[in-house]
Every structure is written in C-alpha cells, then in structure tokens.
C-alpha cells in the first residue's frame, strides 16, 4: 500500500529525513519509535503532504502511484489520514460542521452527491458513541478550549469518521489517561481491517499493549536504523534508546 | 464649478421648493453657511487622513434629479427581505416610492422625512429631536441643508414592533451621475423595541454619492437593533453618519456589514445620556477590488455604569483598503464603564492595506477599557490541518474567512437577515458552505 524510497526531506534548508525506506502493506500495524526530534512527525507530515517540507530525493508510493506532486486535499481523497500530535484550533468551526465538510469534500472528489443529512447524523452518533464523546462536545469549536485528551480522541473521532485506507497516529497517546487510552486504541482497533493500515509513532509500550504492531522501526536523527517485531518495542521501552544511538555511532 | 459651489449655490432655488414658513427652514439656512464654510473634509483634517473623497467628488453629480423613475417590484425584489413581513420605506432616486412602500401609522409613525417635517402633527417630535444629536461638521451640515427626505420612525412608549423596518434607497441611473442627501430620524420611546434593516442600491453603473445622516435616539428602556446592509455595486460612494443618543437602560446595536461600493465612510457615533445601558458595534468588512470602507466610531460614555462593545472584523483583498478608527471617551463622571473595542482583520493580498486606530480618552479611574486589534493572514496550520481531512484550499480558506466573522453574524437577531448575510459573505468568499455556523 505505501512504499518509501530513499526519502530525504528539508525544511528552510535544514535536512531532517535522510534516506528512509519503509513499505507497510494491507492489513498492517507498524510502529515507528525514536527520540524526540529524531524526524518522526516530519515524516508522517510529509506522508500527509505539507508543503513546507521539500522532498529532496527518493520518492513516497501509495498503490504504486507517486504522491510527491498531490496535495494533501488529494492525498486525504485517496485515503491518507494524519492524526496530529498537536491538533490545531479552528475557532468558528464546529466539530459536526467540520466532518461534514471533510466528509461532503471528499465525497465530491469522488464524484460522489453529498451524504444526505440523516445518514451523517447517524454515522455521528455512531462513531461518537465508539469514542465515548458527549454530543454537547459536536457542537463546541473544533480543538478550542479542548483538553490535550479531548484533542486526541477528537483526532481518532475524525478518523472513524473518514476510515482512512493509511492512518497515520502521531503521538495520539501523549496526553491520554489510561481509560482514554484503551478507549482511543479500541476506536482504532475496531476500524482495524486487511484492507487497511495504520503507523503508529509513539514513544511508550503501553498504546502498542492495545494496538499490537507487526512491525517496530526505530527513528533516529532521520533513518530508520533498526526494525523488528513487537519485541523490539520491550526492549525499547526497558532498555530506552542509548543502546540503538551507540550501535549507529559505532 | 466644484461640486461644493453647485451645492451651495442650488441652495436657493430648494428652499423655494420647500415651505420657507417651517421651523426647519432656519435649521437649513445655518447649515448651509456651515457647510459653505467648513467645505468637505480633506486628508488634512485628522478624521480623514486615510480616506480621500477626491475620486467621488469629481464627478458632475446632478442634485435634484428631475424625472420620476419607476422600478419594477420584481426587479428589486432581492433587494429585500421579501421572505418575511416588513414595514418598508422606499425611496428611488431620493423620492418616495408608494408603491414599493408599506407605511403606517397604526399606532407607530413609519413614514416619510417630508410630511414630518410639514405636517403640525410631527412638530413636537421634530422640534424635540431633528437636528439635535447630528453634529455640525461640513458633510453633516450639508445634509441638514437639503434634508428633505428620508425614513421618520417614531414608536411612541411600550410598543414593541412585531416586524422589522426596512429603510431602502434606490438610484437608478436616471441622471449620468446623482448625489443623494437622504435623512432620517427614529425616536423610540420608553420601553419599546424596534429592528430596523437599512440599504443603500443602485440599479445601473453610474456614479452615485449618497450622503445621509440618521438621527437614533433611544428613550428610557428602549431596545434598538439597527443593520446596515452596504452592498453596493462598484461605481456607488456613501457617506454614512449616523448619531444615536441613548437614555438610561436602554440598548442600541448597530451592525454594519460592508461588502460593496467604490468607497464607504461610516461615522457612527454613540452618546450615552444616562446610566446603565449598552451600545454594541459590530461590523463585517469584506471588500477587494480597489474598494476603499473607513469605520469611524465614536462611543462617548458621559454617565456611570454603562457598556460598549465593539467587535470589526475585516477581510481584505487585491487593492482594497480598510481604515478602523475607533473612538471611546470616559467622561470623569462615567465610573464603572466597560469599554470594549476589538478590531481584527485578515489581509489575504500583498497590495492590500488596513490602517487600524484605537484611541481611548479616559477621564475616569474606575473603568474597564480594552481594545485589541490583529492584522493578520490566514493561519497555514489550520489550512494545513484543513486539507490533510479532505477540504480542498479554497474551502478551507473560505471556512476559515467565514469562522472568522462568525462572532459577528451570530448576534444578528433576525434570522432571514443572518441567511441573506451568511449567503452575501459565502458569494463574497468565493465558497459553498453547505450549512449554517
Ligand atoms: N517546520 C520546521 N522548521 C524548522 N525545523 C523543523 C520543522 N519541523 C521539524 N523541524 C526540526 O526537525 C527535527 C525533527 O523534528 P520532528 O519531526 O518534529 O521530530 P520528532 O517528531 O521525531 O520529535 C527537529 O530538530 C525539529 O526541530
Ligand atoms: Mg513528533
């Protein structure tokens, strides 16, 4: 489904991705851990298609077609989603009327009609039930005022909604309590299907306990420098990353 | 001749026209000499250093425009909120239209300027109010020299008006270019409510100048809704000077969504006779072209315990240019005001400018004052996050514009007016916004 080749990627002439290849198939978990400042939101960023980032070699493959000239409108009707490590605030704009212009947008590129007002609300009530999100919460502005929790459930709310072909979780649970975290994971799970795949960025073992990886990499300052299975992710976890940084520098 | 010299030079051959023998007629008379004196204002003068009326002035405006022009019910039906039952006063090319009108004096007097300025019936109101809260600065002046015509609104105590006012001025194109001096006067006595909704359109391309004045005085209680619908096609200039004078407790609202027009000049200028009341001033700006709109406000707080807040927003695009000048006197008796002034505006071209005022003058020191104003482009996170869901650039900016002047449309209370804005701000935008916010 995605194929990463040799990516480099800069920003203001700063190289931070240098040279990653990943491929994720159908039906996929992978988990992408790594220090902080290690290029880990820079590349889902760049998955995603912000324009600051400037690929500079290699190239990103969805379903074999290159995506490096597709905005991130386009990237999001073939599939791609991003859940932010930090969501941004848009005051004015509700959570309701947000969805219902991502979903109608994405609709139309598709040359689909508008989602008639009935099966919207009912797709609402049922994707706000699995996230366990009060419907008072709908009506609020999108991210204003929200808790760094409500942030991130509101962010797996938004991909229940849309059920991306590629999702791609930065950090969703930085900011979670542990029923929040088993809630958020259970939302993804059940989204879970062959036909579908999700990356998983995340610093901790214990989203990957309730969203289990096939695969684990290691980021660091631009590479993935080490992949395996979800053992990896324990020994992460005990041993932490000074081990992986020495065996790079050796 | 320049237009200022036609002006005070036809002055003679109107007031033959209208009756010499009224109490008006010496009003008139001082205006014009004031007028004649002052002249219009030039980027000299502090008010108008960032808004020049040379390019509106040039033109060989004719000011009494002779022949009737009749306009066609169907044709201006858009301009009106026709989905909803209004009390209408309709004036095309600055004379009264019956047909298009609907008066009444059905316990409440929604008529016209010229029979309350003749008939004995209205003296006292007249004598009481006309000319009373309008300042005599030069284009005021002028428009009190040659007030003759306009919407009279007078909604005696305990009444409130179950349908909304329209004030509409049509021009037509009839003359190849006209000046229009429409006046108005609403008294709203104690306890009353009444929503007015004012427009200013012309039909055809030719330059129209539109000067008017309205006169606003709220009485004790009394509950004010007020919007001003500037819309106007691209060869239309108004001048807008509005004075409200409130009594203790009541609320005044003056909203004021500016879209259209070569150049706008709003004076809106508030005086708070009395104690605990509020006056709020809220305006949308969206304008692009080399259109040009200058908010000029004046809140004047003279008594303790009373609110004002003000809330402009403004969108501005290609050669546009915007100027927010925001005036609020605390007079040392005023304790205890809230004074609120905030001013926000998003520049979406490299050639297009804002110039943003505040200027406070506080002589008491138990107060609470604010004013904020931002100057801004869109924010390239939230376009971002926008896209990565699917909303293509163009919807999300035009989502983003739309949120932005959110604040200000939701406190419009009448519904059909808040869709046809909504509707006016979506078109302006260049967007479909497939709900309501
Ligand atoms: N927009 C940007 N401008 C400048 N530097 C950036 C930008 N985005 C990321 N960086 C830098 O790139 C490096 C990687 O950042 P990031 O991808 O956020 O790391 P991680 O998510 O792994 O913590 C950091 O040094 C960060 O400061
Ligand atoms: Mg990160």
């Given at each position: 489904?995605?194929?990463?080749?040799?990516?480099?990627?800069?920003?203001?002439?700063?190289?931070?991705?240098?040279?990653?290849?990943?491929?994720?198939?159908?039906?996929?978990?992978?988990?992408?851990?790594?220090?902080?400042?290690?290029?880990?939101?820079?590349?889902?960023?760049?998955?995603?298609?912000?324009?600051?980032?400037?690929?500079?070699?290699?190239?990103?493959?969805?379903?074999?077609?290159?995506?490096?000239?597709?905005?991130?409108?386009?990237?999001?009707?073939?599939?791609?989603?991003?859940?932010?490590?930090?969501?941004?605030?848009?005051?004015?704009?509700?959570?309701?009327?947000?969805?219902?212009?991502?979903?109608?947008?994405?609709?139309?590129?598709?040359?689909?009609?508008?989602?008639?007002?009935?099966?919207?609300?009912?797709?609402?009530?049922?994707?706000?039930?699995?996230?366990?999100?009060?419907?008072?919460?709908?009506?609020?502005?999108?991210?204003?005022?929200?808790?760094?929790?409500?942030?991130?459930?509101?962010?797996?709310?938004?991909?229940?909604?849309?059920?991306?072909?590629?999702?791609?979780?930065?950090?969703?649970?930085?900011?979670?309590?542990?029923?929040?975290?088993?809630?958020?994971?259970?939302?993804?799970?059940?989204?879970?299907?062959?036909?579908?795949?999700?990356?998983?960025?995340?610093?901790?073992?214990?989203?990957?306990?309730?969203?289990?990886?096939?695969?684990?990499?290691?980021?660091?300052?631009?590479?993935?420098?080490?992949?395996?299975?979800?053992?990896?992710?324990?020994?992460?976890?005990?041993?932490?990353?000074?081990?992986?940084?020495?065996?790079?520098?050796? | 001749?320049?237009?200022?010299?036609?002006?005070?030079?036809?002055?003679?051959?109107?007031?033959?026209?209208?009756?010499?023998?009224?109490?008006?007629?010496?009003?008139?008379?001082?205006?014009?000499?004031?007028?004649?004196?002052?002249?219009?204002?030039?980027?000299?003068?502090?008010?108008?250093?960032?808004?020049?009326?040379?390019?509106?002035?040039?033109?060989?405006?004719?000011?009494?425009?002779?022949?009737?022009?009749?306009?066609?019910?169907?044709?201006?039906?858009?301009?009106?909120?026709?989905?909803?039952?209004?009390y209408?006063?309709?004036?095309?090319?600055?004379?009264?239209?019956?047909?298009?009108?609907?008066?009444?004096?059905?316990g409440i007097d929604v008529?016209?300027?010229?029979?309350a300025?003749?008939?004995?019936?209205y003296?006292l109101i007249i004598e009481n109010y006309f000319n009373k809260v309008a300042t005599?600065?030069?284009?005021?002046?002028?428009?009190?020299?040659?007030?003759?015509?306009?919407a009279y609104i007078h909604i005696p105590k305990n009444k409130v008006v179950a349908k909304p006012i329209?004030i509409?001025?049509?021009?037509?194109?009839?003359?190849?270019?006209?000046?229009?001096?429409?006046?108005n006067l609403i008294v709203v006595d104690e306890n009353s409510h009444v929503q007015i909704i004012e427009?200013?359109?012309?039909?055809?391309?030719?330059?129209?100048?539109?000067?008017?004045v309205t006169e606003i005085v709220a009485n004790k209680r009394a509950i004010v809704d007020y919007y001003k619908?500037?819309?106007?096609?691209?060869?239309?200039?108004?001048?807008d000077n509005t004075f409200v004078e409130q009594k203790r407790e009541s609320h005044v609202s003056v909203h004021t969504?500016?879209?259209?027009?070569?150049?706008?000049?709003n004076n809106l200028n508030f005086y708070q006779n009395g104690e605990y009341m509020d006056s709020t001033l809220n305006g949308?700006?969206?304008?692009?072209?080399?259109?040009?709109?200058?908010?000029?406000t004046l809140v004047h707080h003279i008594e303790p315990n009373c609110e004002s807040h003000q809330d402009y927003?403004?969108?501005?695009?290609?050669?546009?240019?915007?100027?927010?000048?925001g005036k609020v006197i605390v007079n040392k008796e005023a304790q205890k005001t809230n004074a609120f002034q905030?001013?926000?505006?998003?520049?979406?071209?490299?050639?297009?400018?804002?110039?943003?005022?505040?200027?406070?003058?506080?002589?008491a020191?138990?107060v609470k004052c604010?004013?904020?104003?931002?100057?801004?482009?869109?924010?390239?996170?939230?376009?971002?996050?926008?896209?990565?869901?699917?909303?293509?650039?163009?919807?999300?900016?035009?989502?983003?514009?739309?949120?932005?002047?959110?604040?200000v449309?939701s406190s419009v209370k009448i519904?059909?007016l808040?869709?046809?804005?909504?509707?006016?701000?979506?078109?302006?935008?260049?967007?479909?916004?497939?709900?309501?916010?």
């Amino acid at each position: 489904m995605l194929k990463i080749n040799n990516l480099h990627a800069s920003v203001e002439d700063k190289t931070i991705l240098r040279g990653i290849n990943l491929e994720v198939k159908a039906g996929e978990v992978h988990a992408i851990m790594g220090p902080n400042g290690s290029g880990k939101s820079t590349l889902a960023s760049v998955i995603a298609g912000k324009e600051e980032y400037e690929v500079t070699e290699g190239n990103i493959l969805l379903d074999n077609e290159d995506i490096e000239e597709l905005s991130p409108e386009e990237r999001a009707h073939k599939g791609v989603f991003l859940s932010f490590q930090y969501p941004v605030e848009i005051p004015g704009v509700s959570v309701t009327n947000f969805m219902k212009t991502a979903i109608n947008e994405t609709r139309k590129a598709k040359g689909l009609e508008d989602m008639p007002a009935n099966e919207m609300l009912k797709l609402i009530r049922e994707k706000s039930e699995l996230l366990e999100i009060d419907r008072k919460f709908l009506s609020r502005s999108l991210n204003e005022g929200f808790s760094g929790g409500e942030k991130k459930r509101n962010e797996i709310f938004q991909m229940a909604m849309l059920e991306p072909k590629l999702a791609i979780l930065d950090e969703t649970d930085s900011g979670l309590d542990i029923d929040a975290l088993r809630i958020v994971a259970n939302g993804v799970n059940k989204l879970k299907s062959k036909d579908n795949a999700v990356i998983v960025i995340t610093h901790y073992q214990r989203l990957l306990d309730h969203i289990v990886p096939d695969f684990v990499h290691v980021l660091y300052n631009g590479r993935i420098v080490k992949s395996g299975g979800k053992e990896l992710a324990h020994q992460l976890e005990e041993k932490g990353y000074d081990w992986i940084k020495e065996e790079v520098n050796a | 001749m320049s237009l200022k010299d036609k002006l005070v030079s036809s002055f003679l051959a109107f007031e033959n026209h209208v009756d010499i023998d009224s109490k008006v007629h010496d009003i008139r008379t001082e205006a014009i000499k004031t007028f004649e004196n002052k002249g219009f204002p030039t980027k000299k003068d502090e008010a108008w250093k960032y808004t020049s009326l040379n390019s509106v002035l040039k033109h060989d405006y004719s000011v009494f425009p002779k022949q009737e022009n009749a306009l066609a019910y169907s044709d201006v039906k858009k301009y009106f909120i026709h989905d909803i039952d209004t009390y209408k006063i309709v004036l095309v090319d600055g004379k009264y239209s019956s047909h298009l009108s609907q008066t009444t004096h059905d316990g409440i007097d929604v008529c016209l300027m010229s029979a309350a300025l003749s008939k004995p019936k209205y003296q006292l109101i007249i004598e009481n109010y006309f000319n009373k809260v309008a300042t005599k600065d030069g284009l005021t002046s002028l428009n009190t020299a040659f007030s003759k015509e306009g919407a009279y609104i007078h909604i005696p105590k305990n009444k409130v008006v179950a349908k909304p006012i329209e004030i509409v001025h049509f021009s037509t194109g009839n003359e190849a270019a006209l000046m229009l001096q429409p006046r108005n006067l609403i008294v709203v006595d104690e306890n009353s409510h009444v929503q007015i909704i004012e427009r200013h359109q012309s039909v055809t391309d030719n330059p129209v100048l539109t000067n008017s004045v309205t006169e606003i005085v709220a009485n004790k209680r009394a509950i004010v809704d007020y919007y001003k619908v500037q819309n106007d096609n691209l060869n239309a200039s108004l001048i807008d000077n509005t004075f409200v004078e409130q009594k203790r407790e009541s609320h005044v609202s003056v909203h004021t969504f500016s879209f259209g027009g070569k150049l706008t000049r709003n004076n809106l200028n508030f005086y708070q006779n009395g104690e605990y009341m509020d006056s709020t001033l809220n305006g949308v700006t969206i304008i692009g072209d080399k259109q040009h709109v200058d908010h000029n406000t004046l809140v004047h707080h003279i008594e303790p315990n009373c609110e004002s807040h003000q809330d402009y927003k403004g969108i501005f695009t290609d050669n546009a240019t915007g100027v927010f000048n925001g005036k609020v006197i605390v007079n040392k008796e005023a304790q205890k005001t809230n004074a609120f002034q905030s001013n926000n505006n998003i520049l979406l071209s490299d050639k297009a400018t804002i110039n943003s005022k505040p200027q406070l003058e506080i002589f008491a020191d138990d107060v609470k004052c604010s004013h904020g104003c931002t100057i801004g482009q869109l924010d390239d996170s939230a376009l971002f996050y926008m896209k990565s869901r699917g909303i293509p650039e163009k919807e999300a900016k035009g989502l983003l514009m739309y949120a932005f002047s959110n604040n200000v449309l939701s406190s419009v209370k009448i519904p059909e007016l808040k869709q046809r804005i909504t509707k006016l701000i979506a078109n302006k935008l260049g967007v479909n916004i497939g709900f309501d916010l």
